[in-house]
């Protein structure tokens, strides 16, 4: 017995001195200051983890603008003067983001690689997403999206209900429901054979994302998916309902899907499901920090008198100068892209309901070892490490925004009511100060459908409802921080509203 144990305790510590050896990083000359945390491969992933913004503010006090954290066996050196972020895109041939991103989409969503280097395609994604995502294809997406909206809020009938009963319900939940049922029918098209079936299939369709959404920060993590079996079941099941045959039962299927069905070579060598699961990238991609982006747009709103009554206005007006009047029974609302666009108050709402709610982690992987020269100094950077930016610092930095967890409707309005782009630190003006969206190349290329199809979504609530909080004296829900890293955060709890039909003719 004592043998064993002697032998065991060789063991155990022969591993100690191979990982005090072999898995510490020391710092060389001229690398940023480290930290490798105590814990073997995981470093500090678990103070970071449990409050990123605290676990970098302190770190910035002990090491100065630029430090490295050992996470999850990756070194990542965090940056985190707003002014080094142009400075740090200059060093853009250095960093390999897309690769990252497409073995992330890949080993999550369960398909192969569709990175060009790999050769099983030649098709350069991101260009299809910006082709496919702005410019023209954005009004399809825009006038697609109000219709569905509408589809999905005005159901037939609803006119005929009594404008006089409210109807309670969790305005997260009722957020969800109405934008992943519009987004999904905009992105993948009507079957119009099976609308009552069709809407069943989709509400099944959002528990499922919700199932496997859940998970995502741990398959980004690194674990296999089939460590969660309910949640690999929702994935299959998700990526079913997208199979190419299934989805050509269906009248206008976005752009940016059937680029994919239809292209000879992209894709060609994989076969009905993993196309699928390329689709199931992009419907996460699309509802993933949409869903909970609109709740927080609806909650401000509904939560400031002030916003509610400017935002009013301003639908009103918009709605006005397009020559339309509201009513259930006749037209629905149709604004253009460039009506959407010219409304400065919404936008600001907006901006500012994401400012507080996103904690996206914007990395860019180094290709090969180099000097990254920043105002502050030169660091030398090693292969395979990763140069990081949390925006959360940004967002919540008192110097830049005053005041920085209110609520501020007006924030990104001038006084003359203008949208306002002047922001600064120290004295000096920003460059980057509204960052939820990601940064350089691979900055999110559905911004701008985002932006629009939330904004529709507070035209109709506000054209079509009367809208109260059940308890006008609630709280803000914190941000549930098990999505940090991945963009919007969700509240931690539901806040119940009521809502009724307006008194239209
Ligand atoms: C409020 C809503 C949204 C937020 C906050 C958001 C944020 C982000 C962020 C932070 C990234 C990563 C950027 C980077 O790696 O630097 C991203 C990527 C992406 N987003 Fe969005 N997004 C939103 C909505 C959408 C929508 C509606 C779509 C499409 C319909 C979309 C499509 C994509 C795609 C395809 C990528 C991957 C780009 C690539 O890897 O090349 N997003 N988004």
């Excluded at 470093?43 to 999850?72: D, S, V, W």
């Excluded at 073995?103 to 910006?130: C, L, M, W, Y």
């Excluded at 089939?226 to 269906?250: G, T």
């Amino acid at each position: 017995m004592l043998t064993i144990s002697l032998i065991w305790g060789i063991v155990v510590a022969i591993c100690c001195c191979l990982w005090l050896i072999t898995g510490i990083r020391r710092r060389r000359m001229g690398e940023p200051p480290l930290e490798n945390g105590l814990i073997p491969y995981v470093g500090c992933a678990l103070q970071f983890g449990a409050n990123p913004l605290e676990f970098l503010r302190i770190n910035k006090r002990k090491y100065g603008h630029i430090f490295t954290c050992k996470l999850m066996g990756k070194y990542v050196h965090f940056i985190t003067n707003p002014f080094s972020y142009t400075t740090v895109m200059r060093h853009g041939k250095y960093f390999d983001s897309k690769k990252f991103n497409l073995a992330a989409s890949a080993k999550a969503f369960g398909h192969r690689s569709i990175d060009p280097s790999d050769g099983n395609t030649t098709e350069n994604v991101h260009e299809t997403f910006i082709r496919t995502l702005q410019g023209d294809a954005l009004n399809s997406l825009s006038e697609a999206m109000m219709e569905n909206l509408q589809y999905v809020m005005r159901p037939p009938g609803l006119s005929k209900t009594n404008p006089d009963s409210w109807v309670t319900e969790g305005m997260y939940s009722f957020c969800n429901k109405v934008m992943f049922e519009a987004g999904y029918l905009t992105l993948f098209g009507k079957d119009l054979t099976r609308q009552e079936a069709q809407r069943t299939s989709i509400l099944n369709n959002l528990d499922n994302f919700k199932q496997f959404d859940k998970i995502f920060p741990a398959l980004v993590a690194g674990l296999p998916i089939h460590v969660f079996k309910n949640a690999h079941n929702a994935r299959e099941k998700l990526a079913e309902d997208l199979k190419h045959e299934n989805l050509q039962k269906r009248d206008n299927i976005s752009e940016l899907i059937t680029t994919r069905m239809f292209l000879n070579d992209t894709l060609s060598t994989f076969d009905d499901m993993e196309k699928a699961k390329t689709h199931l990238a992009l419907l996460w991609a699309a509802q993933a920090n949409t869903l909970p982006a609109t709740f927080w747009c609806l909650f401000h709103t509904i939560r400031s008198s002030e916003a509610m009554k400017m935002a009013t206005e301003e639908v009103r007006k918009t709605l006005e100068k397009s020559g339309q009047k509201i009513s259930f029974e006749g037209k629905p609302i149709s604004l253009s892209q460039m009506q959407l666009n010219d409304m400065p108050v919404l936008d600001s709402i907006i901006k500012e309901a994401l400012r507080l709610s996103s904690a996206s982690l914007n990395i860019r992987p180094a290709k090969e070892d180099f000097t990254l020269h920043l105002e502050e100094g030169s660091y030398n950077i090693r292969k395979d490490d990763i140069i990081a930016i949390y925006p959360q610092l940004l967002h919540l930095d008192p110097e830049i925004y005053p005041d920085p967890l209110t609520f501020k409707y007006d924030r990104y309005l001038d006084e003359n009511g203008k949208p306002k782009n002047s922001f600064y630190c120290n004295g000096i003006k920003l460059k980057y100060y509204y960052m939820p969206f990601g940064w350089g190349l691979t900055m999110c290329p559905g911004r701008l459908f985002a932006v629009s199809e939330i904004k529709q979504f507070l035209i109709l609530m506000l054209s079509y409802f009367e809208m109260q909080l059940v308890d006008s004296q609630v709280k803000c829900p914190p941000l549930d921080q098990s999505r940090v890293g991945l963009g919007i955060l969700p509240p931690t709890n539901d806040i119940e509203f009521k809502y009724r039909l307006k008194y239209l003719m």
